[in-house]
Nanobody
Framework: QVQLVESGGGLVQAGGSLRLSCAVS????????VAWYRQAPAKQRERVAL???????NYVDSVKGRFTISRDIVKNTVYLQMNSLKPEDTAVYYC??????????????WGQGTQVTVSS
């Protein structure tokens, strides 16, 4: 159904910036929730940023003040602006979109992931 394609990852030095993009194709809900997740080697996947179905934004504490999630409805694209990057931000980043009620996702899709590597 819905296809998500992430891009914008790469190798940067600590303190640098990257903007990840998640291009969405296919039918999506008008009040969809969109999120960015990341998973580092040997670590659990964690949700980094969220646009909930009411439009509110939420971030994991470790990225607050540094990362910004946004959505361009016309372009059907979700972004994650990442500033002041740290080595601990190194991970594969995934986009997720779907319906969300409370903590439960339904009809959700995931992208294939894009690698972000931050060197010290």
């Amino acid at each position: 159904q819905v296809q998500l394609v992430e891009s914008g990852g790469g190798l940067v030095q600590a303190g640098g910036s990257l903007r990840l993009s998640c291009a969405v194709s296919g039918s999506i809900s008008s009040r969809n929730a969109v999120a960015w997740y990341r998973q580092a080697p040997a670590k659990q996947r964690e949700r980094v940023a969220l646009i909930d179905r009411d439009g509110s934004r939420n971030y994991v504490d470790s990225v607050k003040g540094r990362f910004t999630i946004s959505r361009d409805i016309v372009k059907n694209t979700v972004y994650l602006q990442m500033n002041s990057l740290k080595p601990e931000d190194t991970a594969v980043y995934y986009c997720r979109i779907g319906n969300k009620f409370g903590g439960t996702w339904t009809s959700d899709s995931w992208g294939q992931g894009t690698q972000v590597t931050v060197s010290s």
